[in-house]
């Protein structure tokens, strides 16, 4: 079994900055991709950013230039930097990982509980 732990979330003004991290524990082999999701009221859950292992990353154009995700392979962690934070950030923000519990085994997507992100002056 694999475990998702996120922290970070919380209320930011307008302009202001956030930093999300994740961590991943349990029957790891490896993860592709490792990334955040988020979702408001009403809508679906949808890429915030991603990376993979080989270091490539993918982002949504909403957060492009504003967002930053980096990733620790060793230490099953991922980070997302938050800046110049818009009230349409807010959401309930989700870790997401592709995990491979052996060698030759699948990826099987684990998520974390999700942490509130609230963007309001």
């Known amino acids: 079994q694999v475990q998702l732990v996120e922290s970070g979330g919380g209320l930011v003004q307008p302009g202001g900055s956030l930093r999300l991290s994740c961590a991943a524990s349990g029957s790891i082999f490896s993860i592709d991709p490792m990334g955040w999701y988020r979702q408001a009221p009403g809508n679906q859950r949808e890429l915030v950013a991603a990376?993979?292992?080989?270091?490539?990353?993918s982002y949504a154009d909403a957060v492009k230039g504003r967002f930053t995700i980096s990733r620790d392979n060793a230490k099953n962690t991922v980070t997302l930097q938050m800046n110049d934070v818009k009230p349409e950030d807010t959401a309930v923000y989700y870790c997401?990982?592709?995990?491979?519990?052996?060698?030759?085994?699948?990826?099987?997507?684990?998520w974390g509980q999700g942490t509130q992100v609230t963007v309001s002056s």
């Open positions: 990376m993979f292992s080989d270091g490539s990353t």
């Open positions: 997401g990982a592709g995990v491979r519990a052996t060698r030759w085994g699948a990826h099987t997507p684990y």
